[in-house]
């Protein structure tokens, strides 16, 4: 039998294997006969991966000390690992959803991969408007270290809340994709985002707190009338680095049940057609949060 997706053998490289997406991408990795090195700052449980790698992917260090553990040549590149920043400050919401993959693919994908290797990015639905806001990520995702990248959002990082690093991040990701994507072109590498709507992950509740209620969040995933699986996400992730995509690059695949074609015509509202970085955007919501978050301590200590 033909090995239609070319994964048999193959050293497959997972962000945030050890949950959500991230495992399900893992788990079928593994299925398809790939030698997984799986990232996480969590251990990862799936059986028969080649290996587990803790890694904080908010931090170069540890980004450089996990490469160290991982062949020198490297077939397929999965950036699933991400925050919402409900959690997590602004900095380190950031680093991992962006600055890690531009980090990671620039310093080792670009020096580790040949022709017909292949990355795949997950950001997010939240990106979407990347192509209307690109002066506001110009700066950032025109950066060629983690320095500079800090240095370009350390402003946004003291002043704007940690849920617009989500937005913001995944828009620089998305952007970052496409003009990486001609740049790898010439080397034969291909490069796709797979964009996903709301998902029943490990940070369901994240999100669902910040829309105010599950109806609302799977409000945000189409006509589906329900939340995507993680391995709904996964899958698409899979295709696009295998071989049955070998033509497909430069890609951003909305993987949101009509969502998208919803308010393309006309018939939902765009609630994220704003800036990312506007100071008086920011500091409004950062005022709402913090409004929102004394009425929850207040229910809680009466």
């Not at 090995?3 to 193959?10: A, H, S």
């Not at 449980?45 to 540890?62: D, M, Y």
């Not at 020198?72 to 919401?93: C, N, P, Q």
């Not at 670009?110 to 110009?138: H, P």
Request: charged share 25%; glycine share 6%; net charge neutral.
């Amino acid at each position: 039998m033909k090995d239609y997706f070319g994964y048999q053998g193959k050293v497959c490289v997972v962000t945030g294997a050890s949950s959500g997406m991230g495992k399900a991408t893992t788990e079928m990795l593994v299925d398809l006969g790939a030698k997984v090195y799986a990232l996480d700052i969590n251990p990862c449980e799936v059986g028969g991966i080649e290996k587990f790698i803790r890694c904080n992917l908010a931090s170069k260090a540890e980004i450089d000390e996990a490469f160290k553990q991982i062949p020198e040549k490297i077939g397929s590149f999965f950036g699933v690992a991400g925050l919402s920043g409900a959690k997590t400050d602004y900095r380190t919401t950031f680093d991992c959803n962006y600055t890690a993959n531009m980090y990671i693919t620039l310093n080792y994908l670009k020096n580790r991969m040949t022709k017909g290797d292949s990355i795949v990015y997950c950001t997010s639905t939240a990106g979407l408007e990347w192509k209307k806001f690109k002066r506001e990520q110009n700066k950032v995702v025109h950066c060629t270290t983690w320095e500079d990248v800090v240095t370009a959002t350390n402003k946004l990082a003291n002043t704007a809340p940690a849920t617009f690093a989500y937005m913001y991040s995944k828009r620089c990701l998305s952007q970052f994709a496409c003009e990486q994507s001609v740049e790898f072109a010439k080397l034969g590498i291909r490069i796709n985002n797979v964009l996903p709507a709301s998902t029943d992950t490990g940070m369901k509740q994240e999100f669902q707190d910040m829309v105010g209620s599950e109806e609302g969040l799977i409000k945000q995933a189409g006509l589906a009338n329900r939340l995507a699986t993680p391995e709904e996400m996964a899958e698409p992730m899979v295709f696009l680095n295998s071989d049955m995509a070998s033509f497909v690059s430069g890609l951003d695949m909305v993987v949101d049940y009509t969502d998208t074609c919803l308010k393309v015509l006309g018939m939902k509202k765009n609630i994220e057609a704003v800036s990312a970085t506007n100071p008086i955007i920011c500091a409004l919501a950062k005022r709402m949060m913090q409004s929102q978050s004394k009425k929850d301590t207040k229910q809680l200590n009466p």
